[in-house]
């Protein structure tokens, strides 16, 4: 073989190389962020899937004052690209949940539309399936290599009562007292 053909050839296979390296470092990044974010969401839905079962079930559910929010899946919308197609779909089907209830909270929080009971139980229905797609959210979401919160036992403390307290983190700053 010629020096030109061996230079050639030699060339090729670097920039080759180089490509899969290129494409595996990306696919390495990509991967560590896809499980960071899923990480993040599952740490969204549980206080979110509380919020979605008490609006399910609350008697006055439009005139609700309390806002039903999804901050991380806000921050992170456009990352959804990195699940697999049945997590995204599932994802945008809770959003547009919780953007139903929102949406219909605001428009029947003036006197302008008051809410009645056919507003009361859309906000009721649209709650209920919203919360009823946490379970199947969580599954994908741990499936893509998220970790879920640990789901510690509520303790329940009667007024004026409080749990004990651990030892401090930081001790010196447990001493400053306001």
Sequence with gaps: MSAFLLGSLSSLVSASLGFWAGFLKKAQEESRRRKAIATALLFELRPLERMLRVR????????????????VYDRFESDIILFPADTVQTLLELRAFVRDIETTAITHSSEKHPADENAHHYV???AAAAANLIPPIRRLLEDAGGHSPVDAEVELYPQGKLPPLSAPAFPNAAKIKG
């Design 56 to 71: 399910a079930e609350h008697t006055r559910a439009a005139e609700s004052t309390v806002k039903i929010s999804m901050p």
């Design 124 to 126: 009721r229905l649209k």
